[in-house]
């Protein structure tokens, strides 16, 4: 299969190389962490050509002898002399025992630089921390851009290549579809979604209320961008029948962002400079998977507004940035992202459809007292400034999704 570079990922691996730290490649299943090494191996051997690059895939039968800490320790050393530019890249990691082992003592003695990614169901943030006390940085793989989608899949930007992006989402697998192949499509998105549930979450945490999980899980797709409570939560859950505490729905909760499918975030109070806890929005990493899990591929339009935001919070992710709910002492912005010293401020709708629709959009950027940059992103055909709210920069989707920021 041809490899597609990615080369915002590419970039911030490469920024990362020999400075004395391991780097893991995280994300959901099938957002191509392994292609991505694949791609760094490449760029290694191109612009390193004098460096020695030890790629072992744990998919590959012919590295089926590497089993243990030692075997893999022992390999390293065999292949990799001191002194040099090594480079150590494997792909499932966790399928060698112990692996950690190795790789602690390969970075002690300075032998390499190590770069990994691994499966989901072993290798959660948490386990790495523990396991790489403080060696390692993590480096999210998210899905497709809008930008990348559209060389994955060989198109034109327009508005009807955004419309199939908004349908169909950032799943790199779908490059091996034609658009029209709707029953193919679906099939696929939901196998992605069936392995993450039943390795990520099920077996990995012992689940078995699996009716209120799927439940929940279609609740978190339906209400992408609402402000829910656990409470709430189960609630609404046990009016359909799924009878589990608070304390049961929030470890579920948990359970499915830890998989990575889904992301929490927290609200801001932009004034008082404090977060909130309690009560969050929940948005998919991918919103193609929550498209299929709804049932509402391709007809996206009674959702509209869900899936803007939702992929509109996923391109400030994969630029860099944290995200929160701005809570105002009158209204709410949908996003303050921030990123070191750089914070702004978004609003998302569909169109401002109505005087009511300006005034709630534009007036709570305007309430915001500091200079940092305020977008209103729609899919309006005719935008740019709006004469009572100058400063504010009102700006097409499809714009946005192609803007460093």
């Known amino acids: 299969m041809e490899i597609i570079d990615r080369p915002i990922y590419i970039e911030r691996i490469v920024k990362q190389l020999n400075r004395g730290m391991m780097l893991v490649l995280v994300g959901q299943r099938r957002v191509g962490k392994s292609f991505l090494l694949k791609s760094i191996e490449t760029w290694l051997y191109a612009n390193r050509p004098n460096a020695n690059v030890l790629f072992i895939d744990k998919d590959f039968d012919s590295c ?13 050393v065999e292949k990799l002399p001191p002194g040099a530019e090594n480079y150590l890249l494997i792909d499932e990691v966790q399928d060698i025992d112990n692996y950690e082992i190795a790789l602690r003592s390969l970075y002690a003695e300075n032998r390499c630089q190590i770069l990994v990614t691994g499966s989901n ?5 948490s386990e790495i921390a523990t396991k790489f006390s403080g060696r390692y940085i993590e480096i999210p793989v998210r899905s497709l851009s809008y930008e990348e989608f559209i060389v994955f899949h060989n198109l034109e930007d327009g508005n009807d290549t955004l419309m199939k992006y908004l349908q169909f989402g950032g799943m790199p697998g779908l490059a091996n579809y034609e658009f029209d192949e709707i029953p193919e499509i679906k099939g696929y998105l939901q196998g992605v979604i069936n392995t993450i549930v039943l390795k990520d979450i099920v077996a990995r945490e012992q689940i078995r209320n699996f009716r209120f999980l799927e439940n929940l899980i279609a609740f978190i797709a339906d209400n992408v961008g609402q402000l829910v409570s656990i409470n709430n939560i189960t609630k609404y859950l046990k009016s359909q029948g799924s009878k589990v505490s608070n304390d049961s729905a929030s470890r579920y909760i948990n359970a499915i962002c830890s998989a990575l ?6 609200r801001y109070d932009i004034h008082g400079k404090k977060i909130f806890e309690q009560i969050e929005k929940y948005y998919f990493i991918d919103h193609g998977l929550r498209n299929a899990i709804t049932n509402e591929m391709p007809y996206v339009f009674g959702s509209i507004e869900k899936i803007l935001e939702n992929v509109v919070r996923n391109q400030l992710i ?6 929160f709910v701005g809570v105002l002492p009158g209204g709410e912005v949908d996003f303050v992202a921030r990123k070191g010293i750089q914070t702004i401020y978004v609003q998302v709708a569909y169109k401002l459809s109505s005087p009511e629709t300006i005034k709630r959009e534009f007036g709570n950027l305007r309430a915001i007292n500091d200079d940092y940059p305020k977008y209103v992103v729609t899919m309006e055909d005719i935008t740019g400034p709006v004469k009572d709210y100058p400063g504010i920069i009102h700006i097409h989707l499809r714009e946005f999704l192609k803007m460093k920021l």
Do not use: P
Not at 121 to 125: E, L, P, R
Not at 261 to 266: C, Q, T
């Open 64 to 76: 089926n002898f590497i089993k243990t800490s030692e075997d893999l320790y022992s390999y390293a």
């Open 121 to 125: 169901a072993y290798m959660f943030s």
């Open 261 to 266: 499918i889904v992301g929490s975030m927290e």
């Open 318 to 323: 994969i630029q860099g940035f944290d995200t």
